[in-house]
């Protein structure tokens, strides 16, 4: 998608961290923007920011949990300004712990956030966008934990690999329609991540446990081993724009990581050589 100016974003999870950032990148370059997330206010202060600084941008609420919510959110789109050119399905939820410490709840919230608010926000604006000529494009985030498992990630992990088979899929079947498809797998981000995942979980599941330092500490081990391995979400999506353009396929944030993806990689390439054996 080469021309964004003038162009209609909508990206949820925009009212703070890695989506607020995101909005405000494709503002600079001329974009509308809707700027979506279940905490209204937090919506509003971003689209506020937008417009101090000349932008053109609206906020609305979404609980991309909840598909008739997502129903209105292209309703909002349409009514407000009449297309949707590029998506970003942003939202993602945490619950971590140890395998015996995920309950059947924290499964199913984790799936029907990061999963099926993925899948239903897709399918809530894709006829909206089919109804614009030119190019358009998706964006989805995954995550670092859609490339490389870690201790205490079970349910997050499962939904961002879950999040990466969809991409790759949507990126085949949109082809032919002018819509491309880009899977940004961000690293560690210092963002309010935690703490909004913790204020979004429903009533009727309780409150999140206080996070376990062992947990932070075994998760930490392996994705964000350095205090570097943490970066600004600006930053992060310095390269967004550009992948968007080009219709890359992948656009991974920052790589500390890398050796251990590169060696998940060498273990799946081992496996298939010995295929054929
Ligand atoms: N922070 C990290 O280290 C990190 C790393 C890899 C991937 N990610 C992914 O990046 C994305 C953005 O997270 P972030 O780090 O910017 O966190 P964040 O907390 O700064 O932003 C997430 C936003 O999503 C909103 N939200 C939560 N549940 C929602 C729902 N049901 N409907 C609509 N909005 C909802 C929150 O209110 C919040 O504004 C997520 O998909 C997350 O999984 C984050």
């Not at 909005?23 to 937090?42: F, K, L, N, P, Y």
């Not at 002018?178 to 560690?188: A, E, N, Q, R, Y």
């Not at 446990?209 to 998760?219: G, K, R, V």
Request: some cysteine.
């Amino acid at each position: 998608m080469q021309e964004l100016r003038d162009k209609v974003a909508v990206i949820t999870g925009a009212g703070a961290g890695l989506g607020a950032a995101i909005a405000q990148a494709v503002s600079a370059e001329g974009m509308r923007v809707v700027v979506a997330d279940i905490e209204t206010d937090h919506a509003e202060h971003v689209a506020q920011e937008i417009r101090d600084v000349g932008g053109d941008a609206q906020a609305t609420r979404v609980d991309v949990g909840a598909p008739p919510s997502l129903s209105q959110l292209a309703k909002f789109a349409e009514q407000t300004y009449g297309a949707c050119h590029l998506l970003c399905a942003n939202v993602g939820v945490q619950r971590l712990g140890h395998v015996d410490a995920l309950d059947a709840d924290d499964w199913e919230w984790l799936i029907r956030v990061n999963v099926l608010g993925t899948v239903n926000t897709v399918r809530s604006l894709l006829p909206l966008m089919r109804k614009q000529p030119g190019e358009k494009h998706i964006v989805l985030t995954s995550s670092i934990s859609g490339l490389l498992a870690a201790p205490r990630l079970a349910a997050y992990t499962a939904s961002k690999y879950a999040v990466t088979g969809y991409g790759e899929t949507l990126r085949l079947e949109l082809a032919d329609d002018g819509i491309g498809v880009t899977l940004l797998f961000p690293g560690g981000m210092a963002t309010t991540h935690l703490a909004s995942s913790a204020s979004a979980r429903p009533a009727e599941l309780g409150r999140s446990p206080e996070l376990d330092l062992d947990d932070a500490a075994a998760i930490a081990a392996v994705l964000s081993p350095t205090a570097e391995s943490v970066v600004e979400p600006s930053y992060a999506i310095r390269h967004l724009v550009a992948a968007i353009r080009e219709n890359r396929p992948y656009l991974v944030t920052h790589a500390p990581n890398a050796t251990e993806v590169k060696e998940r990689f060498g273990q799946l390439e081992a496996a298939l050589s010995r295929a054929d054996d």
